[in-house]
C-alpha cells in the first residue's frame, strides 16, 4: 500500500489519474488539451510503468507473445540470458502515450526496444479498481465493461441474452392510443420513402452505452430494493472493494482518491486496515490524520510544492509521523526547532503572506530541538525533497548543516550564531528593556522579575533594583533566562533554570510575544536582510512574488 501525502494542488490526484488511464479496462475516446501538461499538446505525453503480471492475467498467452524483462532491484534489465547467476524477477514495461493529434497509443515496450499493442483484454485482466475523490465512483457497483463487477461475474454471453430478451419486449402495447397511432404514421412514412418500415419499439444499446450498463447491484433498505449507487460515499466505496475481494483469482492495482471522502474516522481505519491486507496494490491519497497513523504497514510518499516525490521514511519521519501528522498534509512544511520558533515564523509569515499560514497551504511544525530537527531535515532532503525550517546555531555539526543549505537554500533558515532570544533580545535598545520583560497580560511580569532576581540571588525583585545589581550584564541575564540557560556552578539546580524559559517565550504564545515586541520595538530594519530571503522563499513556494520589504 502507498499513501501519497502533500498540500492542495502538488499532484497527488494526477498521480492516480496516469495510472488510472494507463490500466483502464476501456479504450477512452476522448482526450483534451487539459491533458497535457501546460496544454502544450506539440510536447505529448507518455505514462509508463514496470509492473510484474500475475499469471491469471495471461499474459502469456496472448496470440503474440509479450517478453519480459527482468528486475534488477532498481530498474527493468534486459535479461542475460546463458550467463548463469540468479534470474531477476520478471517484469513488463506499459506504456500509454498522447499524441499531439489528441490520440492515445497502448503499447507493452520489449526488451528488444520493439513495442507491441497493449491490449484492452491484458488491461482488463490485470483488474483495475478506482474509487475516485467525486461522486461518480459507483462505475464498479454496475455491470459496465471492464467494472469489477464485471469481472467477477465474468459472464461474457450476458449482454446477448439481454439484448435479445428486451428485444422481444412489448413496448409498443404500452404505449397510449395516440401515441400509437403516431408510430403508426411514422411507419407508413418511412414505407412511403422507401426507408426500413414495420417500425416498433425496444430497449436498445449506443456507442459507448451498453444494455448491461443500466443494471446494477441494489440493496434491502426497510423494505425497498435500492440501488447501492444511491447510497452514501463511504458505503459505495466500500461495497466497491468487497466486490473487488471476491474476484480471488485478481491481484488487481487499488487507486483511492481521498481515502476519508464520506467516512467516519473509526470506518476510515477499517478501510485503511482492509486495504493493507488485501493481495491488491494500493495507491491512495488522504487528507486525514487518522488516515496517516492508521497505515502502520504502508509506505508513505510525499509531493512537495515543485511536484517532487519521495518516500517518507527512518525513524526521524515515523516520530514526526506520529507527533505532527499536519505536516505531511501541507503544500509546504516548515520546521522550526522549537515552540518558540514556531510562535515567532507563524507571526513572520502572518505579515509576509497577508493571511495566517495555513490559508496558504504552509504548516509550522515542532522539530523538537536542535539534533531532531536536523536528523529530520537530513532525512527528508535525501528523498529529493524541499521543506523550509528556522534553526539556532548550536555550533555543532556544520558541515551537515551547510550540506542542507546548499540543498533547501533560502528555505532553510539558520542562525549564524546563537538561539532566538539570544540575536533577538541583544538588539532591544535599553530603554526598552522593562517593555521586553512586561508580560502583555501582566501576569507573569512578576514571576519574569523574581527570576531575575534569583538568578543574580538578591531578594528585591523590582525593576529598577534588579536592573541595577546586573549592571552590564542585564542583556545577557536576561537571555539566560528567557534561554532556559543554566549558569556556571548551577549543575544541581539544571531543571529549574530550565524551566525559567516557560516564563518568557518557551511556548508557542511566547514566540508570538517576542515577535510582537521586535516588531514593536522597531527591529525589523536591523533583521531584514536576514528575515526576508527565508520569508520570500516562502511566497515563491506557494505561488507568490517577492516581497522587496514587509508591510509593518
Known sequence: MNVILGGGDVGKTTVLDAIGLLLSPTNPTTLSDADYHQRDLTAGFMIEAVMWLSEETLVNQQSKPSWPWEWNGKEPAVPALGEGGEPGKPVYVLRVSG?????????????SGDTDHLSVSLRRA?????LSGDDRNDRDLRLVQGSALDRLLSDKALRSRLGSKLAKSDVKEALEDKAKKTLTDLDNSFKQKTLPHN???????????????????????????????????????????????????????????????????????????????????????????????????????????????????????????????????????????????????????EKALGLPPDQHGVHVSDGEGHEATLGLLETLSASGLRFGCFADDEGKHPERWKRLQEKLGPLLFKWKAGCLEENIIRAVPADKLEALIRDPNDELTGVRLRILADRLGITEKDFNTVRQSAGNGFQSLIIGAAAGSVPPGKDAEAKIFKKHGQNW?????GGRELAGKFFAFGLWPEFKDRFLPFLNGIRRAVGLAELPDLPL
Open 99 to 111: 499524441s499531439p493529434d489528441l490520440e492515445l497509443l497502448y503499447e507493452i515496450v520489449q526488451p
Open 126 to 130: 490485470i483488474g483495475l479498481v478506482r
Open 199 to 349: 417500425l416498433d419499439l425496444s430497449i436498445t444499446g449506443a456507442q459507448g452505452i451498453t444494455i448491461t450498463a443500466l443494471i446494477g447491484l441494489t440493496a434491502d433498505r426497510e423494505g425497498v430494493q435500492l440501488p447501492l449507487a444511491s447510497w452514501g460515499a463511504g458505503t459505495r466505496r466500500l461495497a466497491a472493494l468487497a466486490i473487488a475481494e471476491q474476484d480471488q483469482n485478481a491481484s488487481p492495482i487499488t487507486l483511492v482518491d481521498e481515502v476519508e471522502r464520506g467516512l467516519e474516522p473509526y470506518r476510515q481505519r477499517t478501510l485503511i486496515q482492509k486495504l493493507q491486507a488485501t493481495q491488491s496494490q494500493v495507491f491512495a491519497t488522504t487528507h486525514s490524520a487518522p488516515v496517516i497513523s492508521a497505515a502502520t504497514n504502508a509506505s508513505l510518499w510525499y509531493i512537495d510544492h515543485g511536484g517532487r516525490i519521495g518516500p517518507l521514511a527512518g525513524k526521524p519521519v515515523v516520530n514526526h509521523q506520529k507527533n505532527s501528522p499536519e505536516t505531511f498534509l501541507a503544500r509546504l512544511a516548515v520546521v522550526a526547532e522549537g515552540v518558540t520558533e514556531i510562535g515567532f515564523v507563524l507571526a513572520l509569515l
Open 505 to 509: 517565550f518557551k511556548t508557542v504564545h
